[in-house]
């Protein structure tokens, strides 16, 4: 299974797995640092190369709900990936009803984003004949 690093998202702040994320692996099977490495925000859509020194430590376990799959991941995750079945879930983080409420927030504000690009790449919304 290849590494999945949790960052702390410089978009949103958030802590979850990665939407997007490329890298080399070195020849120990770990993320080759030493190559550059793109990793985007799942949650706001944050495009960014990061750092080994970004990576967060996996002080906290998340249980799959839905294959009782037990996942080590940073306290401060709002969002974990079950490496077993895939599911991504609610993280550790979201017992804060503040990061809870920013998590789902954020989600809605990216979706919106998402929905109007896809409209506007089918042609869908008419650009701005007054563009400021």
Not at 28 to 44: H, I, L
Not at 87 to 99: K, S, V
Not at 117 to 132: C, F, M, Q, W, Y
Request: aromatic share 4%.
């Amino acid at each position: 299974m290849r590494p999945r690093p949790y960052v702390r998202c410089p978009g949103c702040d958030l802590v979850g797995p990665a939407e997007r994320l490329e890298y080399e692996l070195s020849e120990t099977g770990d993320v080759d640092w030493a190559s550059p490495v793109a990793w985007q925000c799942a949650e706001c859509g944050y495009l960014d190369r990061i750092t080994a020194e970004q990576v967060l430590a996996d002080d906290a376990a998340h249980t799959c709900v839905a294959c009782r799959t037990v996942t080590p991941c940073p306290a401060a995750a709002a969002r974990v990936e079950c490496p077993v079945c895939g599911l991504i879930g609610l993280g550790p983080a979201t017992a804060d009803p503040e990061i809870a409420g920013q998590l789902r927030a954020i989600e809605a504000l990216h979706d919106m984003e998402l929905r109007v690009r896809h409209a506007l790449r089918e042609g869908r919304i008419p650009p701005d004949p007054h563009p400021t």
